[in-house]
């Protein structure tokens, strides 16, 4: 018996959505092995988050939501790279998915979009910082084009032990083949 995956849509993250992002992202960091909020206790508030994506859209980088029957299953974003203007077409992101739905295909269905996204907003390179613990995650981006590029060895220190974390790289569009196209103008602001 073949069972269909259930139906999962990608949509950009609304203010609506907080909550159930917070409440992922508070679970991972509390529990999980991502690298990026070692030290950090979950404190995030919704208007810090808010805060965060309407920065995010004025620079047209994708903030997007899994949803399945209406709930926010998972979510990702991606941020600049450097802050410098050499590094302009370069962005990293990360992507979180509910632990009550991990290995569901979440993130088989986020992550291209997360990429699309990205290509379709002019940046070059896709970049993430993965804990090398994480063989699910580091399969699912190779799975999607990115190749390791670095390795960091313990350079988190996160439930009593060092960790060690990977970098990956994705070229986007034509990559650094080409010069990059000319900037189309941020979206309005819609709050």
């Known amino acids: 018996m073949n069972v269909m995956p259930e139906q999962t849509l990608i949509r950009p993250s609304t203010d609506a959505d907080i909550e159930p992002m917070l ?19 979950g404190a995030l508030l919704p208007d810090d988050l808010k805060r965060r994506r309407r920065n995010m859209r004025k620079h047209r980088l994708p903030h997007l939501v ?26 990293k992101h990360s992507i979180y998915v509910h632990h009550d739905h991990l290995h569901s295909g979440i993130g088989k269905v986020l992550l291209p979009a997360l990429i699309d996204a990205c290509a379709a907003a002019g940046y070059r ?21 990115f190749r390791q590029v670095g390795y960091l060895p313990s350079v988190g220190y996160k439930f009593g032990h060092w960790t060690d974390v990977v970098m990956v790289q994705r070229s986007l569009a034509s990559g650094g083949t080409a010069p990059p196209e000319a900037w189309l103008a941020p979206p309005a602001d819609e709050d």
């Open 125 to 145: 390179q896709l970049i993430a910082y993965i804990d090398a613990a994480n063989a699910p995650s580091l399969r699912l981006h190779e799975q999607c084009g």
């Open 23 to 41: 409440a992922i992202y508070r679970h991972h960091i509390r529990r999980g092995v991502d690298p990026s909020y070692f030290g950090d206790d």
């Open 66 to 91: 899994a949803d399945r029957r209406g709930g926010v299953v998972g979510y990702a974003y991606a941020v600049l790279f450097r802050k410098r203007p050499a590094y302009r077409y370069t962005v």
